[in-house]
């Protein structure tokens, strides 16, 4: 008989249904802190926004309207110091999450071309590569690659903040691995979704510095050639349920991929365009989201420490990314015995053995009450 569907990897978080159980059974419920996707409210003014254009009658264009276009490049020229952006350079897409598994593909990627993705990532990088024929390769630097392998690297993703570690590359780093990019004519994909969530150093609201875009000109020298970025409102906005985001960088890139999408229909709904457009003018939610976040940072970050967990990057973001020591799954039931439940760190690579990602995507409550259960010990 034969067989249909695509070879690939079980979907790994189905693998945490057993501890799921274990936690459930902790008197005072569940604590699920596994996952970064959004409890906290979609703004009122953004769902304003949606059901105002709710008559979406024709079809939508798929570079997007000239507002949401124009809003775009508003927002990196105020939020990530990229000025003088053309709207023809920006495009919204369906999720981050889906331009990141289908931009091989859409650059035209297949057998014997390269994809670098970060040593500690998220899966979908890899399934990018793999939907487009091509091979996925660990690595932050080119540098590091042998000869034969630089020469067929055709794609390098960024992911910074990065997700799981919540790392941040500096303007220098970036602009190395741009150069390095450059050499052998790769496209520097930036994945940078978590770029209004800094801490500490990185956190302006503090006093830090802004994280910066590799479309910043400290980064890209003055050149959009060969780099994108990639955006989504998911986190900022609490819009996951959106599906709002944008890639913007070089015209020629885009061009391209604004044709490819036509042909394959990839188009975002006319009334997520306009909502995306209200919320990314509308910077008062953002910080209001953030304090929220830093609230549950500060409360939930000292007493996983104090219960033996030694924290690492977490410099920006929505996760607290360490180790216990021991074996990831080992941790992961510690914590789902208090009815906690964590991320196992092995989900993100090989060198995320041992390390659990614990978010801070839960309420309020929940917080609180994963900090109480974990200081009564």
């Known amino acids: 008989m034969t067989s249909f569907g695509l070879s690939l990897p079980d979907y790994p978080w189905n693998s945490l249904a057993p501890y799921r159980e274990r936690a459930a059974k902790h008197p005072g419920g569940t604590v699920d802190v596994s996952i970064g996707t959004p409890v906290d409210p979609t703004p009122q003014l ?18 997007g309207t000239t507002d949401v276009r124009l809003a775009v490049a508003e927002w990196y020229a105020r939020r990530r110091g990229v000025t003088g952006l053309d709207e023809n350079c920006v495009m919204p897409t369906v999720g981050s999450k889906e331009l990141v598994a289908w931009l091989p593909f859409l650059l035209g990627l297949g057998e014997g071309d390269v994809v670098v ?17 091509a091979e996925a390769v660990v690595a932050d ?35 190395r691995l741009v150069r390095e990019a450059r050499e052998v004519g790769a496209v520097v994909a930036s994945d940078e979704c978590y770029a209004e969530l800094g801490w500490g150093d990185w956190d302006e609201a503090r006093g830090g510095r802004r994280v910066p875009s590799i479309l910043d000109p400290a980064v890209s020298e003055g050149s959009l050639e060969h780099l994108l970025s990639v955006y989504s409102l998911s986190k900022q ?33 006319r009334p997520i365009q306009d909502a995306m457009a209200v919320a990314l003018r509308d910077d008062a939610h953002v910080v209001a989201q953030k304090d929220a976040y830093r ?8 007493v996983v ?31 789902a015995d208090l009815g906690i439940v964590v991320g196992p760190g092995v989900f993100y690579g090989e060198l995320g053995e041992g390390m659990v990602r614990i978010s801070l995507t839960a309420t309020d409550e929940r917080i609180a009450a994963a900090v109480e259960r974990l200081s009564s010990l």
């Open 46 to 63: 953004v769902r304003e926004a949606l059901a105002q254009a709710a008559d979406a009658h024709g079809y939508p264009t798929t570079q």
């Open 117 to 133: 993705r970060p040593r500690v990532a998220y899966p979908t990088y890899d399934i990018g590569a793999t939907l487009a024929g």
């Open 141 to 175: 630097e080119l540098s590091v690659l042998d000869e034969r392998t630089r020469s067929r690297v055709r794609l390098v993703w960024v992911n910074s903040p990065g997700n799981p570690t919540g790392q941040v590359r500096d303007e220098e780093s970036l602009r």
């Open 237 to 269: 906005s609490n819009l996951a349920g959106y599906r709002a985001a944008f890639v913007a960088g070089d015209p020629e890139i885009m061009a391209n991929l604004v044709n490819s999408r036509k042909h394959a229909g990839m188009i975002v709904p």
């Open 295 to 302: 609230r549950r940072r500060e409360a939930l970050k000292p």
């Open 305 to 335: 420490e104090q219960y033996g967990l030694k924290i690492s990057g977490s410099e920006a973001g929505l996760y607290l990314w360490g180790t216990m020591g021991e074996d990831t799954w080992t941790t992961v039931g510690r914590f």
